[in-house]
């Protein structure tokens, strides 16, 4: 009986929540078909090396890129986007079949957005480290991985690729290619350990500086990265959107439950990242949703990119369960069990890409993070102690 009893309270709340949020879906909608109206936009480098050479040159590089776009009448807490791997900041820009993204979508709902390319990647793809072998990450080494991954359908070459019946991917030949031409890859190593998740934390923690308390959102192979940063600079994340994250991070002493692979290397790549207790308790600073899409498999699978999506989404379950285990605020939402179906692995780019941002919409609403109190008017000016190159004397 009391099994039932909280069922029924359960069902009431999220009944209840859903009503109250209604009219500002409504109120969303109705505001596409408003003119986007800046303060104004640009772009800038932040973080970074400097190597001071030893035949007396210096070379700058490993910094991230962020172009921004502010409203008129801007909310108070920008959103900073950040994409995933073997993508640029283009993936929030314009969907693959030329409808807005999240960039025009939210600049328009008064959500001042910065759009970043991380280090060694697209705009920000300065660097003296070697690249990776084209070969060695299985997501982006075949076009054929990036499909399976993306979640449109799957490909085991040598037969040809199909798509999901329901998929929310668009199903036409010029929306196809300029997926696949999205592609970015690295310029320099991206190591999977947990010094370079930290570092990337700390890189983005000096966007942070510039535009202060920000709403942090992640894509697949970010998400990792994201839990750095929060960890980096836990004062100035406001709160974090994982969209279908790819990896987790656990205390120390915690290990979750395995979840078995089937997949060649899927164990290896989907590890959890140990951090101790003291760093992972910074995550319960800010509320945390974590956002997967449909068509993810419930059976093991041989093809790697197939079994990534069933292993990542059982992991987010135990990540939740540890963040709230200590005290946080942490959600899993599977989209299909909102009765939102079709959506592959960029739920932001796919066709019902309006749906799934008065979801986010709502739930910043519910969070009490989209008011308009201190309007947000654009990063700081950065402030640096003399100049990174050896000058001479005029």
Not at 30 to 59: H, Q, R, V, Y
Not at 120 to 126: K, Q
Not at 190 to 201: K, S
Not at 224 to 233: D, E, L, N, P
Request: glycine share 8%; hydrophobic share 40%; with cysteine.
């Amino acid at each position: 009986m009391r099994r039932i009893k909280g069922r029924f309270y359960k069902t009431a709340a999220a009944i209840l929540f859903l009503c109250a949020l209604l009219p500002l879906t409504a109120a969303a909608a109705e505001a596409e078909e408003k003119p986007i109206t800046l303060k104004t936009m640009g772009s800038l480098f932040f973080g970074g090396t400097l190597l001071k050479l030893e035949n007396g040159e210096t070379f700058h590089g490993d910094h991230g890129y962020a172009q921004f776009y502010i409203p008129q009448n801007a909310r108070r807490y920008p959103l900073i986007m950040w994409h995933g791997m073997g993508q640029s900041g283009r993936s929030w820009e314009s969907t693959p079949d030329g409808r807005e993204g999240f960039q025009a979508i939210f600049t328009r709902r008064d959500w001042p957005v910065y759009i970043i390319d991380q280090p060694r990647r697209g705009r920000a793809g300065y660097t003296r480290a070697l690249p990776d072998d084209p070969g060695k990450v299985t997501t982006t080494a075949r076009e054929s991985g990036v499909w399976n991954a993306f979640r449109n359908g799957e490909w085991v070459p040598p037969n040809a690729p199909r798509m999901y019946p329901n998929v929310q991917f668009p199903r036409n030949a010029a929306a196809i290619e300029q997926f696949f031409r999205q592609q970015s890859p690295n310029t320099g190593e991206e190591p999977m350990t947990n010094e370079y998740r930290a570092l990337l934390g700390r890189t983005m923690a000096e966007l942070l500086k510039l535009t202060g308390p920000s709403i942090l959102i992640t894509h697949s192979n970010s998400g990792q990265y994201g839990w750095f940063t929060a960890m980096a600079a836990p004062e100035l994340v406001k709160a974090i959107v994982a969209y279908e994250p790819g990896a987790f991070t656990f205390p120390e002493g915690e290990r979750p439950a395995d979840i078995p692979g089937k997949a060649e290397n899927v164990d290896y790549h989907m590890a959890p990242r140990m951090v101790p207790l003291a760093e992972f308790e910074k995550l319960t600073r800010m509320p945390i949703i974590v956002i997967y899409g449909d068509n993810i498999s419930k059976e093991p699978s041989d093809i790697f990119n197939v079994d990534v999506w069933r292993i990542a989404s059982t992991r987010a379950r135990q990540f939740v369960d540890a963040v709230n285990r200590h005290g946080g605020d942490a959600t899993l939402v599977l989209l299909p069990e909102l009765g939102i179906h079709g959506n592959t692995h960029a739920p932001f780019a796919d066709l019902n890409n309006l749906e799934i941002a008065a979801h986010l919409e709502n739930w910043l609403h519910s969070k009490k993070l989209d008011g308009r109190d201190r309007p947000h008017t654009g990063p700081a000016p950065k402030k640096l102690e003399g100049i990174t190159i050896p000058l001479q004397e005029q």
